[in-house]
């Protein structure tokens, strides 16, 4: 449960990324109470967030914002990056699909 991949749930997002910034804050030396003060919301807002992974995206960013860790933002909406990446994968498979056919052999007419 470590990475964010594709097939997995909004639940298991939520608790990964509560995760992570439950870990950035514990790096950062920073107590929940802190870190409520510094993201201007409540000590209720920053509890329910890592307990049950429930936060609204306004409470979420000012948390990254206290945490410093806007600049996430920068890869998070690159869409040109990973338009490439997606590119490269449906190359990958379009070729492999052209090596990999299976060649039909016909009768022959009598």
């Known amino acids: 449960m470590s990475n964010i991949g594709y097939l997995t749930s909004d639940k298991e997002i939520m608790e990964i990324l509560s995760q992570r910034i439950t870990n950035e804050r514990i790096v950062q030396n920073i107590n929940q109470k802190e870190l409520s003060k510094k993201a201007n919301i409540s000590l209720y807002t920053v509890r329910e967030f890592e307990q049950n992974h429930k936060i609204s995206l306004e ?27 997606v590119d490269a994968v449906l190359f990958q498979e379009k070729i492999e699909k052209k090596y990999n056919k299976k060649r039909v052999k016909h009768a022959s007419k009598q």
């Not at 979420?60 to 806007?70: C, E, F, P, V």
């Open 59 to 85: 409470n979420l960013i000012g948390i990254l914002r206290a945490l410093g860790k806007t600049n996430l933002f920068n890869t998070l909406f690159d869409f040109k990056a990973q338009r490439v990446e």
